[in-house]
């Protein structure tokens, strides 16, 4: 129950925020108990007598209401809904529904009237309540008259057809503005919100009024008569016999808690009731829900099903697990020329210094005793959610363990743009880093990835983040054998690919020490047969661009026949160079002396063995080829010049 009580700190440590609407249409409101939201489609205005004054189509961006709900409300679902007890759709407020064609839902078929009854009943026990409201003294007066359709139609709200009836479809163009917020919905399923119009009252608007809000909680706890312990507070309280639904988005109807499969196994055998296995305090459980149902809208992270968020209860910025370096730096360029002679040789300096102050300063920010809480909630079905994920550290220790990600999983990558989509010719950013987790499951298994393996991806890659374990093999491997296969992607997606494998390769090899530079140095055979299929690329694409060619090198061609059998490969690439040389004259000559540099490092047991090479292959390839367009560069700057 450890995360239930961490979720109600955080509503109590944020409770100035409870029912404030934020300015930002697209940021969600902190909700109030035993409220929750819905989007509206029709408003109505009313006086403090309860008549009628106007209506109006809810603009979709003002659309979200937070409404009064009870424990079953905020939950419903089935046959027969059960109404909330103010705001809802016009088969539980308008008395006339039926009789102007509405078509209830299906379990109310046979007594069509009911829902509006059991809407009557329960506003009437409120408006008959000490907790009373005048406001909602006003729209009770109103719906019992029962011609709440009625006005509608002559407001030209909604509209009847030939046979009096509601108008659910509109045919043809020229919209009415209901059709257009409704969308393939029927006319009869819009949601009614109220305005209540009274002098010397500044705020008419009951979605808005933070007295209304007030009543309606006191009248809720009046009426809870369960009791019992509740295991989070330890404390003898009213119990929750229904948890509250719609975490992650207004249509979720997925539970953390649920026992009402009292015909099953969810706990027959065992107790007797579901109270025998857990009790949750109703304030406790509805305070915990709607705080994850508020983080998640305003912080979470979606891939489908799967949403996951990482805070602090008292609200202090916590990086995101999930991002790549460059967004924690602010897309700030982080590979910057150091004056040496290829430009390389402090990569990894930088980054360092970078990742250490913006580590100092969240530290700076973290109280001495914070908690970062990190959770990952999906549903295996509509009804069920589970925790997928779930730790609760030190602030200090997640910092640690962000900054040992971004530092161990790290290559230099350049597939992202300045806020645009670098296939759209944006400038290109080039960080040095770790990819993002969304962008690893692209490399792994390609961007077009069905969103269910996503969602499994990123739960097996956030312990690797966030408790520090080891790579899934499958991923490194799937990543590296991807990067191979040059011409089955295109330039844009494989460069993606290719740093994001040297990255996950490196992370799974951190032994190793490997350099983000080119290592001259280092002797192992597959990091330098990757330097030799760089260097035969360069040349190759060189001359083809001198000869205004366009097509892919040899080298792109069999880069992943190269992978498997090395020394039998680079023989037929080592002769298909031979035209292009003479193409290129003395030029070729320091790219020849390159070759024969790196062929000197071999142990020729080694070099003359055909057998597959590793991932170190790759990051001897992206290396040596940087190294070369660093080079070419300085020497077109000294033509120039």
């Not at 979200?64 to 419903?76: F, M, V």
Request: include cysteine; aromatic fraction near 10%.
């Amino acid at each position: 129950m450890n995360w239930l009580q961490v979720l109600y700190d955080t509503y109590e440590a944020h409770s100035h925020l409870v029912g404030r609407i934020p300015e930002n249409e697209d940021e969600p409101p902190l909700l109030p108990i035993y409220h929750t939201t819905q989007q509206a489609q029709i408003e109505v205005v009313i006086n403090e007598d309860g008549e009628f004054v106007r209506a109006s189509v809810v603009p979709q961006p003002e659309a979200r209401t937070i409404i009064p709900c009870t424990e079953r409300s905020g939950s419903r679902s089935g046959r027969k809904p059960v109404n909330h007890p103010l705001c809802d759709k016009l088969q539980y407020v308008a008395g006339d529904f039926v009789q102007f064609g509405g078509t209830v839902t299906s379990g109310f078929a046979n007594r069509p009237e009911e829902p509006y009854e059991m809407y009557l009943k329960d506003l009437q026990k409120w408006v008959e309540s000490e907790f009373s409201h005048p406001k909602i003294r006003a729209i009770y007066q109103y719906v019992t008259k029962g011609h709440v359709v009625e006005d509608l139609v002559k407001s030209k709200i909604l509209f009847l057809d030939e046979k009096q009836k509601l108008l659910n479809k509109w045919e043809g163009e020229d919209k009415p503005p209901i059709f257009e917020v409704l969308g393939a919905r029927r006319a009869d399923e819009s949601f009614i919100r109220w305005i209540v119009e009274i002098p010397g009252d500044l705020e008419s608007a009951v979605w808005k009024d933070m007295s209304l809000y007030q009543s309606w909680i006191a009248y809720m706890e009046s009426t809870v008569q369960k009791k019992g312990l509740c295991f989070v507070t330890g404390k003898v309280s009213s119990l929750a016999t229904s948890h509250p639904a719609k975490i992650r988005h207004d249509a979720d109807s997925a539970k953390l808690i649920s026992s009402n499969d009292t015909s099953g196994f969810t706990f027959r055998g065992r107790f007797h009731n579901s109270d025998q296995a857990v009790g949750v305090g109703l304030v406790v459980s509805q305070k915990a829900h709607t705080a994850l149902q508020w983080l998640v809208r305003r912080q979470g992270m979606r891939f489908g099903e799967l949403a996951i968020v990482c805070w602090t209860p008292k609200g202090e910025a916590v990086p995101d697990p999930l991002a790549d370096t460059a967004s924690l730096l602010g897309d700030l360029p982080i590979v910057e020329s150091t004056g040496e002679a290829d430009g390389l040789a402090f990569v990894g300096e930088a980054l360092a210094h970078k990742l250490n102050a913006m580590i100092l300063g969240y530290k700076r920010k973290l109280d001495v005793s914070s908690r970062v809480l990190v959770m990952a909630i999906d549903s295996a079905s509509p009804g069920r959610m589970s925790i997928a994920f779930y730790r609760q550290l030190a602030g200090s220790e997640f910092l640690d363990r962000i900054e040992s990600w971004h530092k161990t999983c790290v290559w230099i990558h350049r597939y992202r743009g300045y806020g645009w989509d670098v296939s759209r010719g944006a400038k290109i950013l080039e960080y040095e880093g770790a990819p993002s987790l969304y962008d690893i499951v692209d490399a792994v298994y390609g961007s077009k990835v069905d969103i269910k393996l996503r969602q499994r991806s990123i739960e097996r890659l956030l312990p690797c983040v966030i408790d520090g374990k080891p790579l899934p093999s499958d991923f490194v491997r799937n990543a590296v054998k991807r990067a191979s296969w040059r011409t089955a992607l295109d330039d844009n997606e494989w460069e993606k690919t290719l740093t994001i494998a040297c990255a996950l390769y490196n992370k799974a090899n951190e032994k190793e020490g490997y350099s983000l530079a080119l290592d001259e140095k280092r002797a192992t055979r597959d990091y330098l047969y990757g330097r030799l299929l760089a260097v035969a690329d360069s040349i190759e694409e060189w001359a083809l661009s001198e000869a205004n060619e366009v097509r892919p090198t040899n080298a792109a061609r069999m880069m992943h026949r190269f992978s498997d059998r090395p020394f039998s490969t680079w023989r037929m690439l080592e002769l298909a160079l031979v035209p292009y040389k003479m193409r290129l004259g003395t030029k070729v000559k320091a790219r020849e002396k390159v070759i024969q540099e790196i062929m000197d490092l071999f142990d020729p047991e080694d070099f003359i063995s055909d057998r597959p090479l590793s991932g170190e292959f790759l990051l001897g390839f992206h290396c040596q080829r940087r190294a070369l367009y660093a080079k070419s560069r300085k020497d077109d700057e000294k033509e120039e010049n």
